[in-house]
């Protein structure tokens, strides 16, 4: 696989480059575990355009996963969305009719990383709690390979869009504004 200037490798090669949760859950996924690579990158340089920019990754080819809390009284539910990096998740939009919601927002960074066991950054829909949604957007789920976060902020894996939205709790939708 070639994309950008990075040496990928298949994941299930280099659980070291994992958080726990994302090592457990391609362990799980069977065949299409298969699909999904791993490479090694500078921490410094994990948030998205810094990535893009210095590892030769087009945009378009790079998914960022963002965390929604959903509110609806008392109660509060989590989801992850992936959107193409050149686009912006519709929270208020499709994003909370989608999950019954009130209000929508952005999940607390504190409270992310310590519900999903990621570094921020970092976060990916592959090893997330097994009872949240993930809302794929079309184009994500569209793309032949996408980048995204691999638990930490040390590498990211890529794997094609159509992984995503095989995942157990995916649904795809346009999510994109």
């Excluded at 909370?96 to 829909?125: C, H, N, W």
Aim: hydrophobic share 50%; charged share 20%.
């Amino acid at each position: 696989m070639r994309i950008g200037t990075l040496d990928w490798v298949p994941a299930a090669d280099r659980p070291e480059l994992l958080a726990a949760p994302v090592a457990r859950a391609l362990g799980g996924l069977g065949e299409p575990a298969g699909e999904v690579a791993v490479a090694a990158i500078d921490p410094a340089l994990a948030d998205t355009a810094a990535f893009c920019e210095r590892y030769g990754v087009a945009l378009e080819d790079s998914a960022n996963c963002v965390i929604v809390a959903a509110r609806r009284g008392a109660e509060t539910r989590y989801a992850a969305v992936m959107v193409l990096a050149t686009m912006r998740a519709d929270v208020n939009g499709v994003i909370r009719r989608q999950l019954d919601a009130r209000k929508a927002s952005f999940a607390p960074q504190a409270d992310a990383v310590a519900m999903t066991g990621m570094e921020y950054g970092g976060i990916t829909p592959v090893g997330l709690p097994e009872e949240w949604p993930v809302l794929v957007d079309a184009a994500v789920a569209a793309r032949p390979h996408v980048v995204i976060g691999s638990g930490v902020r040390g590498s990211k894996l890529a794997l094609p869009g159509a992984a995503l939205a095989r995942l157990k709790t995916a649904e795809v939708l346009s999510l994109a504004q």
